[in-house]
């Protein structure tokens, strides 16, 4: 792991002066945290792999040897009350560096600060621009912490909510407490979310879209409709909205008699100009040349998925999850990786009993699958924007993670050494398997 460390002081050294400089200036300032809010974070993580076997290789194929990647992001976060239930959200935002093989090779890929993107220079882009309002339906209120995104103070117990503008689509939906950030937690994309959520976003997770959401005591509905890429993975949105749009509605019970848990059902349906696996295969067997999923698109084609998504908590350190999903795996992946079947479980934990209660450890498995279609099109060397390994002999894609967490400087500094192991990546059990080691260094305020 030395070497990892070695490429990072100077960016772990600005982190320290970001977190100095931004604290003086939070304090200089002295504002209300229920009405103003400023926050910021910024995450570094080095990978590499070990060398595995490639007795072949396409065009979307985890590279056998590589140097290792580091990736970069940075964010502010800034929050203003507009009115006494409304707040205004404004996130900008630079991203940077890149992930193993230019992000491919991987359908649960290892990094979930990694975006598809061509340049690997820093840039600066707004990531969140939303307004958000409750409509109180109840006298009780709900005291809230301030923290990104989430402005102290008062909230009704029961309302409706509504947002609307840029946000990410996993700000809301498919939460766990214990399986959803890779600032912190997890850093696999599959354990990020459901691997089969092909959810609304450009190529840097983000949308432009409306969310309206019920809340009860231990209940919530919530769902949402937002805009598709043009194209697969592509960074401008769609504006036929008519054709090309994503619908998503989650159900939501929370309890907590002896621990706290919390289920959610989520059900979802795209429209785009996506390609068919199957119309592919037909098209390039009667051409006799390599299928091209591009070459199928029809405007309106649709992709609909489902999933289960349980957080329970253990004991008073300890939390487990797990999480299903699957959809119809017919159409084109449009926006975020090739699964269309998921399983994940996992634990994560304080380190309380060792005295290092900031400290965080996770351990995790996820298995992932594609459709029939889906494998036939790979095995008959087609590609997708990310698997693609010019053949295919089919196995589902297994993967462990564990990481641990070390608070180094209260509460705001932390490294996090983290391993995978990944067996048939990309589906194939030619390949592989193969270990994957990351440094992540996490500064926030």
């Known amino acids: 792991?030395?070497?990892?460390?070695?490429?990072?002081?100077?960016?772990?050294?600005?982190?320290?002066?970001?977190?100095?400089?931004?604290?003086?200036?939070?304090?200089?300032?002295?504002?209300?945290?229920?009405?103003?809010?400023?926050?910021?974070?910024?995450?570094?993580?080095?990978?590499?792999?070990?060398?595995?076997?490639?007795?072949?290789?396409?065009?979307?194929?985890?590279?056998?040897?590589?140097?290792?990647?580091?990736?970069?992001?940075?964010?502010?976060?800034?929050?203003?009350?507009?009115?006494?239930?409304?707040?205004?959200?404004?996130?900008?935002?630079?991203?940077?560096?890149?992930?193993?093989?230019?992000?491919?090779?991987?359908?649960?890929?290892?990094?979930?600060?990694?975006?598809?993107?061509?340049?690997?220079?820093?840039?600066?882009?707004?990531?969140?621009?939303?307004?958000?309002?409750?409509?109180?339906?109840?006298?009780?209120?709900?005291?809230?912490?301030?923290?990104?995104?989430?402005?102290?103070?008062?909230?009704?117990?029961?309302?409706?909510?509504?947002i609307g503008g840029r946000f990410a689509m996993s700000d809301f939906f498919d939460n766990n407490d214990y399986s959803h950030d890779p600032r912190t937690q997890f850093l696999n994309w599959s354990l990020m979310g459901y691997g089969a959520y092909d959810y609304a976003a450009n190529t840097r997770g983000y949308t432009w879209g409306g969310i309206v959401e019920l809340g009860l005591e231990k209940w919530a509905i919530r769902a949402s409709a937002a805009m598709v890429p043009r194209t697969a993975n592509a960074s401008q949105m769609n504006p036929d909205l008519k054709n090309a749009l994503a619908k998503q509605i989650e159900f939501e019970y929370r309890w907590d008699k002896i621990k706290k848990g919390c289920l959610t059902l989520l059900a979802y349906q795209n429209k785009a100009n996506m390609g068919n696996y199957t119309q592919a295969v037909l098209q390039a067997t009667n051409n006799n040349q390599l299928p091209d999923i591009t070459s199928t698109r029809i405007v309106g084609n649709t992709k609909w998925g489902v999933g289960l998504n349980l957080a329970q908590q253990v004991t008073n350190n300890t939390g487990a999850f797990a999480r299903v999903s699957y959809n119809d795996g017919k159409n084109e992946t449009w926006m975020f990786t090739e699964i269309d079947n998921s399983i994940s479980l996992g634990l994560n934990g304080k380190g309380t009993k060792w005295?290092?209660?900031?400290?965080?450890?996770?351990?995790?498995?996820?298995?992932?699958?594609?459709?029939?279609?889906?494998?036939?099109?790979?095995?008959?060397?087609?590609?997708?924007?990310?698997?693609?390994?010019?053949?295919?002999?089919?196995?589902?894609?297994?993967?462990?993670?564990?990481?641990?967490?070390?608070?180094l400087h209260d509460n705001h500094f932390f490294l996090s050494p983290d391993y995978q192991f990944v067996l048939n990546p990309a589906y194939n059990k030619d390949r592989g398997p193969v270990s994957l080691f990351a440094l992540r260094v996490h500064v926030k305020f």
């Not at 003086?24 to 300032?29: P, V, Y």
């Not at 959200?89 to 990094?111: D, H, M, Q, R, V």
């Not at 351990?363 to 099109?377: C, L």
């Open 1 to 162: 792991m030395m070497h990892l460390m070695i490429k990072q002081p100077k960016i772990i050294l600005s982190l320290v002066f970001c977190l100095t400089m931004i604290n003086k200036i939070k304090a200089q300032i002295g504002f209300d945290s229920s009405k103003v809010q400023i926050h910021f974070q910024q995450t570094v993580v080095t990978q590499y792999h070990t060398k595995f076997n490639s007795p072949y290789q396409g065009t979307n194929s985890l590279q056998p040897s590589e140097p290792g990647a580091t990736s970069l992001t940075t964010t502010l976060f800034l929050g203003v009350r507009l009115l006494k239930n409304t707040v205004l959200y404004f996130n900008p935002e630079i991203a940077g560096g890149a992930g193993l093989s230019k992000a491919t090779g991987l359908a649960g890929y290892a990094n979930g600060e990694t975006f598809r993107v061509g340049n690997p220079k820093p840039q600066v882009y707004v990531g969140r621009l939303y307004i958000d309002h409750y409509f109180a339906i109840s006298d009780k209120k709900i005291a809230f912490e301030e923290g990104p995104n989430e402005l102290a103070g008062l909230r009704p117990e029961k309302y409706v909510r509504v």
């Open 355 to 407: 005295k290092r209660g900031n400290d965080t450890w996770g351990a995790a498995f996820v298995s992932n699958g594609i459709s029939a279609n889906h494998q036939k099109y790979l095995a008959n060397g087609g590609i997708g924007f990310m698997t693609g390994d010019g053949k295919l002999n089919y196995n589902r894609e297994h993967i462990f993670e564990a990481f641990y967490s070390i608070m």
